[in-house]
């Protein structure tokens, strides 16, 4: 192989190349070159390229690959928790409960969350459980504070998000009503933290969320287009 195809615990069925990878000057050939050469186990069922918006398009779609999803990366002010769409009232049956890595939390909700709104959000490719468990890909190294809603102080986990190293935002989920409470949270609780901005990262396919954002007319600073190759065009997604 010419390029650092990967694959990861929650899709080991797919090859991807990221957008580091795609900075190589012979690209073209390269691609080209590894799809002719390919003998993947029975396992790879697929090959996936994520490149920045108007990039590459000619070479991949030469090569067979279609565009999938459009994910956007946007700096959100903190002073957006003003907005008309976030200033919402939550309702009187949830309450808001942060924690850190160390603090006791409602893991398995939390986690179980995740994995759920995970797997409604990448049809496309769906992801399989992995060995090691959930716990390592949704707490993760980076996690600064995560937020859950829950039923009542010890009630069952409705909502999900939480905040990263970096200013990030990480995956946030629950029902479209409760979206504008989540994502006002975070921005709340970054102002309180002393950030200066928060990055959220949302996919096309995360319908409800991408609405949202979209909504707040903030302009993404970058857009990603996520191009899939299926290995046997006539087989189901796994």
């Avoid at 959220?200 to 909504?215: C, F, G, S």
């Avoid at 191009?227 to 796994?238: G, L, Q, S, V």
């Amino acid at each position: 192989m010419r390029l650092p195809w990967q694959t990861s615990d929650l899709h080991p069925h797919a090859l991807t190349l990221t957008e580091d990878a795609l900075e190589r000057g012979d690209l073209t050939d390269a691609l080209a070159a590894d799809l002719a050469a390919f003998n993947p186990p029975d396992t790879i069922h697929r090959y996936r390229v994520i490149a920045l918006a108007g990039e590459h398009e000619q070479t991949l779609r030469a090569n067979g690959f279609a565009a999938t999803r459009l994910t956007t990366l946007t700096d959100l002010p903190l002073d957006l928790v003003s907005h008309d769409l976030l200033d919402v009232t939550l309702p009187e049956t949830l309450s808001v409960h942060w924690f850190t890595r160390k603090e006791r939390a409602p893991w398995g909700g939390w986690i179980g969350q995740h994995w759920r709104h995970y797997q409604a959000t990448h049809q496309s490719n769906p992801p399989r459980e992995p060995v090691k468990g959930l716990r390592k890909i949704f707490i993760g190294t980076d996690l600064v504070e995560g937020l859950a809603l829950r039923e009542g102080p010890q009630g069952r986990v409705r909502g999900f998000a939480s905040l990263r190293d970096n200013q990030e935002l990480g995956w946030i989920g629950g029902g479209a009503d409760l979206l504008p409470h989540l994502l006002a949270a975070c921005l709340r609780r970054a102002t309180a933290l002393g950030w200066t901005s928060a990055t959220v990262e949302v996919d096309d396919d995360d319908r409800d969320l991408w609405a949202l954002i979209t909504a707040l007319g903030v302009p993404p600073q970058q857009t990603f287009v996520t191009w899939h190759r299926e290995r046997d065009p006539a087989r189901k997604p796994n």
